[in-house]
């Protein structure tokens, strides 16, 4: 583990190559906040993986399946969809083309499953504030810190935007006039019943910067190009291809304690944060920036 001077925290923090770091952070300070963007993924990213009491929290798409409001049948059955094509998304044997495929496989059914379960868009408030879901410590000083400095934020999901919108509601999360959503949007009838997804639709291996770069925020940032990343699969990674860049940074959280995987996280991401730590080490970077104008 290291920790930089910059880092006011204690956190355990890994890192492959210390030099090429160093120099990512200072050109990231040279360029102040007006070059800068921030790329990230929004569950198990900006969320926590664990739960106070030790088990698992919820992601976007688990609050729902875990909640008491809609059929048990629909509860057992999401989450056999979940246990297999998970085993496949993480399962480094699988080849690339095959994860994709399967990925698109699990969204249509569970799309198909959740539009048969009988939600309703007056349910995603109530099932959010009873949900295990919760944000990692540093997440309303980050976004505060971010909408201060006008750094644009683009949120990066294969989750539910109106889910991802009713968590920041819950904790009292400032969002500001930089922040993007790009995941997927729920349709809903005129009496509220859920439909379906609007298209396209994302999933962990589809999210990268080329296919929306025709979208009018990022034509207009375009000029930002320091980039900070944000992601917990090793599939996040791939968030900002696409993108024209003087600087990438990529953070990376391993929420898993296989030591393997965390060489494979460590050849993928600048930097690496274990143990479902806190957001300290990307605030206090953001303070260098910042403090560098």
């Known amino acids: 583990p290291i920790c930089y001077s910059f880092c006011t925290l204690l956190m355990p923090i890994h890192i492959k190559d210390g030099a090429s770091v160093e120099r990512k952070i200072a050109s990231l300070v040279s360029g102040g906040c007006q070059c800068l963007r921030v790329i990230s993924d929004f569950d198990y990213t900006l969320t ?82 009873a949900g295990r879901i919760y944000f990692r410590e540093g997440m309303h000083d980050l976004m505060e810190l971010l909408i201060s400095e006008k750094i644009p934020l683009l949120i990066f999901s294969g989750g539910l935007t109106e889910v991802m919108l009713a968590v920041l509601k819950r904790y009292s999360i400032p969002i500001g006039d930089y922040v993007h959503f790009v995941s997927n949007t729920m349709r809903f009838s005129d009496d509220g019943l859920f439909l379906g997804l609007q298209k396209p639709v994302f999933h962990v291996f589809n999210k990268f910067a080329g296919s929306i770069s025709d979208q009018p925020f990022m034509v207009a940032e375009g000029h930002r190009r320091n980039v900070i990343l944000l992601g917990d699969s090793l599939g996040d990674i791939n968030m900002a291809r696409g993108m024209e860049l003087d600087t990438l940074l990529s953070i990376g959280y391993l929420n898993t304690t296989d030591p393997t995987q965390l060489e494979k996280y460590m050849n993928l991401y600048d930097v690496v944060i274990t143990d479902d730590n806190s957001l300290g080490y990307q605030l206090d970077l953001f303070k260098k920036i910042a403090g560098a104008k």
């Open 48 to 129: 926590k993986y664990w739960a106070p009491d030790g088990k698992q929290a919820c992601s976007c798409y688990k609050v729902i399946e875990d909640c008491d409001i809609l059929p048990a049948s629909y509860q057992t059955d999401a989450k056999l969809l979940q246990k297999h094509y998970h085993a496949v998304e993480v399962d480094p044997d699988v080849p690339h083309d095959e994860k994709v495929r399967s990925m698109e496989e699990w969204m249509s059914k569970a799309n198909e499953l959740l539009s048969k379960s009988g939600l309703r868009k007056d349910d995603i408030t109530t099932l959010v504030n």
